[in-house]
């Protein structure tokens, strides 16, 4: 008997947890942190509902955090791997789980001095010794490679394109002579035609599909990002003010990175000193740069003719805390970018406080804002919102930029899936808030035909 069971990523876009139970095998397809609300954090700290030791592997689809931030509490908790990840996400994964641990820890530290936790003391989730731990586990599968985890129960990667290293996972398990049963699992989905990596691979068909549906409800802005973004730098430039960049350290960073050396290159902008302010997105640029078989053709031929397409003219990397500090004293006009995306923690914040309040700064949000992130509270305009237990007035100029983004939208999902050569028997539709789900399921009953079904949080299926 197979069984799955959805233990987050239900009526949300966090906390991504799939378990597979085939006979008494256990597989964990994807480790991560719920984020954004309050009532969607604190089910970080109940207990796991089996014992993390009793899994026999975890398989990450990606280094997102929402992805794989509970594997250090898991590790910590008893389970000793493997923890399967493709090479890429391997290499992010030793910058992104230490930082996730070292903000933890900061944010504990920080709730212990203010009193501003109701828990004395504040604990963080995990620490970096936990992470430390946690990348004890790590193996690497390649793409395509099979990897067999007992008998009769292999899987295997295929390119998702949503950021460096990102699969989705076809998991194959042996039934009666050469009858498979096949679970597919979308990981986040990627775009076509973005810069820098290779695009995501068709969904080839599979006994059962569990797809992601963040933007299962909306399309992406058709605009040219390159041409959006030059519009609010030139804009907030005029203002002689900052344009601050909450971004994702890993893709988005990376994407803004490239898309701000094309306008100073074809001198669509003024130059400006751009600085990153962002320990985790200076490695994984690293990891970008150094990641050569993701590349895209545009990519390769870049690095070919020797030009770095990461490394805008004017670009600052920002070393320290110090030297982040240093930036409050910058008037501008100057672009600082920085994380984290949501500005749910990291230095992003430090900025947020010093500059909301001043009328020229420009806030560009360049991604996904989650409900209940300080990033979705600014976008809905609140005339003030908290950081470290202070309220901030917002007298900044907040804008988006739409057409960026790591995810496909409904059209692309549907694009990505109808490559099947056969229909699944069920797709279960996870990892979106309620109405986005709704709607990608209502789309792929009419377009395709599928049987689609939107699990609840805890809720075990029989495969
Ligand atoms: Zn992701």
């Known amino acids: 008997m197979t069984h799955l069971t959805f233990l987050g990523a239900t009526g949300t876009v966090t906390g991504s947890r799939y378990l597979l139970e085939v006979g008494d095998t256990k597989v964990l397809v994807d480790a991560g942190l719920f984020q954004g609300a309050k009532e969607l954090r604190l089910r970080n700290w109940e207990p796991f509902p089996l014992r993390p030791g009793a899994l026999d592997a975890v398989i990450l689809t990606h280094a997102h955090i929402d992805h794989t931030g509970y594997l ?21 994964l030793h910058a992104v789980l230490p930082d996730a641990a070292h903000l933890q820890e900061e944010e504990a530290r920080f709730a212990n001095k203010v009193g501003s936790s109701k828990h004395a003391p504040a604990l963080p989730l ?112 005029q203002r002689g003010g900052v344009i601050l960049v909450p971004a994702f350290a890993v893709d988005r960073t990376q994407e803004v990175l490239f898309l701000l050396r094309e306008l100073l290159e074809d001198g669509a902008i003024a130059p400006i000193p751009i600085f990153l302010d962002s320990p985790l997105a200076r490695e994984a640029t690293e990891a970008y740069r150094a990641c050569v078989l993701e590349h895209d053709a545009e990519t390769r031929a870049l690095f070919r003719e020797g030009v770095d397409p990461m490394s805008p003219p004017g670009l600052t990397v920002v070393g320290g805390m110090e030297d982040s500090k240093r930036l409050n004293a910058l008037s501008g006009p100057a672009v600082i970018i920085s994380a984290s995306g949501m500005a749910t923690g990291g230095r992003i914040l430090h900025h947020l406080r010093q500059r909301l309040p001043d009328p020229r700064t420009t806030v560009v949000f360049v991604g996904f804002q989650a409900e209940g992130t300080r990033g979705r509270r600014l976008q809905e305009g609140e005339a003030e919102i908290k950081i470290f237990g202070e309220m901030v007035p917002v007298r900044a100029q907040v804008r988006s930029i739409s057409s960026l983004s790591a995810h496909a939208d409904a059209d692309e999902l549907t694009i990505w899936a109808s490559g099947a050569e056969r229909a699944p028997e069920a797709v279960f539709v996870t990892h979106g808030e309620p109405a986005a789900s709704q709607a990608l399921a209502k789309r792929f009953t009419e377009r395709l035909g599928w049987r689609c079904v939107i699990p609840t949080l805890g809720e075990r299926v029989t495969l």
């Open 126 to 237: 995990f620490t970096v010794k936990d992470a430390q731990a946690a990348l004890g586990t790590l193996r690497t599968a390649a793409f395509g490679q099979r990897v067999t985890l007992r008998p009769g129960i292999a899987f295997r990667y295929h390119r998702q394109g949503h950021i460096l290293g990102a699969a989705a996972v076809e998991l194959s398990i042996k039934r009666s002579g050469d009858e498979h049963l096949t679970v597919y699992f979308s990981g986040d989905v990627g775009r076509y035609a973005t810069p820098i990596l290779k695009e995501p691979e068709p969904y080839p068909g599979s006994s059962y599909l569990v797809v992601e549906s963040t933007y299962g409800d909306r399309l992406h802005d058709p605009g040219d990002p390159a041409e959006q973004l030059g519009d609010v730098i030139r804009e907030g430039a």
């Open 72 to 92: 250090p509490r898991l590790v910590r908790d008893g389970f000793a791997g493997p923890t399967y990840v493709t090479p890429p996400t391997g290499r992010l």
